[in-house]
Structures are given as structure tokens and as C-alpha cells.
């Protein structure tokens, strides 16, 4: 069974910092990436990284937001620093072994979500 867990959201100041972490199991990832969502809006991808620890950000996030995994841990991290209210969403990790699908959001393998609020 596939398995995503976040954990590490929580509520922090404007110019704090958070880490979220997304311990996977049930398979071998190659492509692994975090969206957000906030109420009323569309999911964003926020960072992807591929098997050789290549990263990609979104312009919104780029020089604050950096994504790594622990490939001995299965565990997928994003240290957000710098954050800014609209930072504020539901963050989600995702996982799949087609690399277009992390850009285009159609992953086949999510976790819950975990929330991250960013006040002014």
C-alpha cells in the first residue's frame, strides 16, 4: 500500500520558518514534489526534485522554500524560511514515477495535507 504522511505544519509569524516533512512508503519513488492549496484558490505546485536530487520552485516560493529528501529514510522535506502570509495554504506531498505528471499536478499518489498558516 502507497503511503504519503505529512507533518511539521503549524502556525508562524511573517519572516518565520517551517519544515514539512512527507515520510513515504509501499513503493520506490522517483519524482517527488509539494503542492499547496488555499481556500478558494487552485492547487499550486510549489518544488519538485527527481531522483538525482535536481529541484525546481515556483517563482512564489524560489530563494526562500528548499526541497530535499533522505532517500535512507524515504522522507521527502521542504524548509520554508522567509514565510509570508500568502504562504498560507494546505501543503501536500506528492509522489509518481512520471516525471511530467509532478509538473502538471495529475500524480497519482498524495498524502493527506498538512496545514500551514502564515500570519502578518
Known amino acids: 500500500q502507497v503511503q504519503l504522511v505529512e507533518s511539521g505544519g503549524g502556525s508562524v509569524q511573517a519572516g518565520g520558518s517551517l519544515r514539512l516533512s512527507c515520510a513515504a512508503s509501499?513503493?520506490?519513488?522517483?519524482?517527488m514534489g509539494w503542492f499547496r492549496q488555499a481556500p478558494g484558490k487552485e492547487r499550486e505546485r510549489v518544488a519538485i526534485?527527481?531522483?538525482?536530487?535536481?529541484?525546481s520552485y515556483s517563482d512564489s516560493v524560489q530563494g526562500r522554500f528548499t526541497i530535499s529528501k533522505d532517500n535512507a529514510k524515504s522522507t521527502l522535506y521542504l524548509q520554508m524560511n522567509r514565510l509570508k502570509p500568502e504562504d498560507t495554504a494546505m501543503y501536500y506531498c506528492?509522489?509518481?514515477?512520471?516525471?511530467?505528471?509532478?509538473?502538471?499536478?495529475?500524480?497519482?499518489?498524495w498524502g493527506q495535507g498538512t496545514q500551514v498558516t502564515v500570519s502578518s
Open positions: 526534485i527527481d531522483s538525482y536530487g535536481t529541484s
Open positions: 509501499g513503493y520506490t519513488y522517483y519524482y
Open positions: 506528492a509522489a509518481d514515477s512520471v516525471h511530467y505528471r509532478l509538473w502538471t499536478g495529475s500524480v497519482n499518489y
